[in-house]
């Protein structure tokens, strides 16, 4: 069965810094991840998503994501954190039969000035 | 021009009552989903539908019935409402159930039993 694990629940920076939210999936089969930023009170909104095709993947507001199938990984940066980033991010795997999003626990980011 | 929106945004009912929740999209999408999140923020799918059609049913209790009239509207009805189901449900839809297709979210709707 395919999961993800998110580490950490909670990430603060300081505004300016890296910022670095670690994803872990379990997949048999080739998988299909994605990036999703929630805002208080709001839906989610897709950052970046991996299809297979390049490893580096480039998403919104300057998030980059990089796909490490030795490592399972599928870590999410940004190399200079902004006020505006924080909110809940949450890393998900696209299931293979149905399509479903099996999501990791979310990790708030925090921006401190 | 919203592409997947939720009616209402806030729902506030007791215990026993039935509810429900209408969501639509505009962007032409063959599959529509329904997602749960609790008070950890969690989130875990409940029902997906393709075409009209049920293709995902993830062990939810039969008190909640999802209802889809037409490819662009995915309803969700709660019979007999408990205190657990208070969340925030999520409405998103997809291109299609299968292949590399991100899911766009509605704006949920939060559920709070009393």
């Known amino acids: 069965a395919q999961s993800v694990t998110q580490l950490g629940s909670h990430v603060s920076v300081s505004e300016g810094a890296l910022v670095l939210l670690r994803c872990n999936y379990s997949?048999?089969?080739?998988?299909?991840l994605f990036w999703y930023v929630q805002y208080p009170n709001q839906g989610l909104q897709l950052l970046l998503k991996?299809?297979?095709?390049?490893?580096l993947v480039k998403g919104i507001n300057g998030f980059e994501a990089e796909f490490k199938k030795s490592e399972t990984s599928f870590h999410l940066t940004k190399p200079s954190a902004h006020m505006s980033d924080a909110a809940e991010y949450f890393c998900?795997?696209?299931?293979?039969?149905?399509?479903?999003?099996?999501f990791g626990q979310g990790t708030e980011l925090s921006v401190k000035p | 021009d919203t592409a997947v929106s939720q009616t209402p945004k806030y729902l506030v009912t007791q215990m026993g009552n039935d509810k429900s929740i209408k969501c639509e999209q505009n962007?032409?999408?063959?599959?529509m989903y329904w997602y749960k999140q609790d008070s950890k923020k969690f989130l875990k799918i409940m029902f997906s539908?393709?075409?009209?059609?049920?293709?995902i049913n993830e062990t939810v209790p039969n008190r909640f019935s999802p209802k889809s009239p037409d490819k662009a509207h995915l309803n969700l009805h709660i019979n007999s409402l408990e205190l657990g189901d208070s969340a925030v449900y999520f409405c998103?839809?997809?291109?299609?159930?299968?292949?590399?297709?991100?899911?766009?979210f509605g704006p949920g709707t939060r559920l709070t039993v009393t």
């Open positions: 998103a839809s997809s291109q299609a159930h299968t292949g590399p297709y991100e899911q766009y």
């Open positions: 997949s048999s089969v080739p998988p299909y």
């Open positions: 991996y299809t297979s095709a390049a490893t």
């Open positions: 998900a795997v696209s299931d293979s039969g149905g399509g479903k999003l099996i």
């Open positions: 962007l032409g999408h063959d599959t």
């Open positions: 539908y393709n075409n009209k059609e049920l293709i």
